[in-house]
């Protein structure tokens, strides 16, 4: 029965390759709608995010479903849906709170700063230190171990904030400008010495609109012709956006024919990248099915062995059970066979001696002696008669014992003492009271009391009358 045992472990291994792969399908989808907001397929990635979250929120594993309320969060930031955004941001930050998860907070925290960042449209609505609060917090945290991509990001977010706080002043703070540009420094620096790549891409928004705001209009197209000097050939989308740049600062400059030609190159880039991005999520939905339908297999597989497993080791268990109980079976007839040999024998050893005359006076003789003599000389004394096997003699020995221990039962439901019992069975052995008061060591006139007493309580008149009653009652 052991095997039917392990039906349950198997059953729970099942379980946790279940939740193993629950974790690695969550991982796979939150990667998968990383890669699509890479690429601006945003209701992709959406989808993706959506599906982390759900799966994740099922199985009770938090930590997930909080990296999926953050890329939620992106997504709804980048396509301008701050309210969304900010919901599933602080519901990112809860759990990150609950269970002390550092990267999950950290980046809640950006994306609460990067929604404050860009509320405001008048000085009024401007929320600025909040969003400031909110990067520095997530700095403190970040700087204790986290991801230099990361540190890089909230350095330019810090630059923004002393951005966007003089959006509004004519002139410009130069306090709030040389913040601005400090925090900007310090992310590229962070980034250029730890090998960060795409650095420029990443600053170039910034970096333009501060030059912008500082009148440094030369210095910013310069900046994108650098971009544009190391950008990759095939890298359309950073191409496109340093062009976009470069048209917005030749426009700014009333250098028509320059915005234009960069207008030409921003199209070119543009068409492209679209081009690109087709052919990129064309393959990367061939991929992708390929995949789910190659995983769809493998579960379903998994499922048959694991039946499969279940299926052999009941029918190993009914086999094993049925082979028990036959074994069991076979035991009890061969104990049952022994049992009625044994007594076939003492049959036949009865059958044999009650012919013979010395058998039948030892058996006598013995029967005589049996209330002075102990179970082991009982014992002894029918293996003796049943010519020295032990067996035998145990078996009328335990039925002598069974029949004295009758009797006595019998002589006790109407009184009758030891002395008196043994005075019925002499009598019955056709003693006269002088005789059984030879044998007794005791006067004839005690016999007498005794057999009076007797005749009392066995309700009978005589000694011929006892004799009867004594044998019906089993007494002899």
Known sequence: MRLLRLIPLLVLAACASRGADTDERCRQLLDDSRRYSKV???????????????????????????????????????????EQAWGNACEAEKIARELDLENVLTGALINK??????????????????????????????????????????????SQVFINKNRFNNPIDPELYRQAGDYLARGED?????????????????????????????????CCNNVLSITPEKDYLQQEQAYYQLVMLHAAKNDAKQAAAAHQQYVYANEHYMKQKAD??????????????????????????????????????????????????????????????????????ISRDLANPDFNQDVQEMAKSLASMSEDEIRARC?????????????????????????????????????????????????????????????VHTVNNHKQNIYAKMGVGSNAEMLRAASSLGLV
């Not at 170039?204 to 197209?221: F, H, M, N, T, V």
């Open 40 to 82: 601006q397929e945003y209701e992709l990635a959406t989808d993706c995010a959506l599906q982390a979250r759900e799966l994740a929120a099922a199985q009770g594993l938090r930590e997930l479903e909080g990296e999926a309320l953050c890329q939620l969060s992106d997504i709804d930031l980048m396509t301008w849906r701050d």
């Open 113 to 158: 700063g990067k929604v404050c960042l860009f509320s405001g449209i008048t000085p009024e609505d401007a929320r600025d230190d909040e969003a400031l609060a909110f990067f520095q917090e997530a700095r403190a945290i970040a700087d204790r171990g986290g991801e230099l991509a990361t540190r890089v990001n909230i350095l330019c977010d810090i």
């Open 190 to 222: 962070l980034g250029r010495r730890g090998g960060m790549l795409g650095l420029d891409a990443k600053v170039l928004p910034i970096k333009i609109r501060y030059l912008r705001q500082g009148g440094r209009i030369d210095e910013a197209i310069e």
């Open 280 to 349: 990129n999520l064309l393959q990367e939905m061939e991929t992708r099915y390929k995949s789910e339908a190659q995983q769809r297999i493998i579960a379903q597989r998994r499922i048959q062995i694991i039946l499969l497993l279940v299926a052999v080791l009941l029918l190993a268990g009914l086999v094993l059970e049925t082979v028990l109980k036959n074994r069991q079976i076979r035991r009890q007839n061969a104990a049952l066979s022994e049992s009625n040999a044994n007594k076939d024998k003492l049959l036949g050893f």
């Open 383 to 443: 293996t003796t008669l049943m010519q020295g096997s032990d067996e035998l003699g145990g078996e009328v020995a335990n039925y002598i014992g069974k029949l004295m221990e009758e009797r006595k039962k019998a002589g006790a439901k109407i009184g009758l003492t030891a002395r008196e019992l043994e005075i019925i069975r002499l009598s019955c052995d056709g003693l006269a009271p002088a005789d059984i008061a030879e044998k007794l060591h005791i006067s």
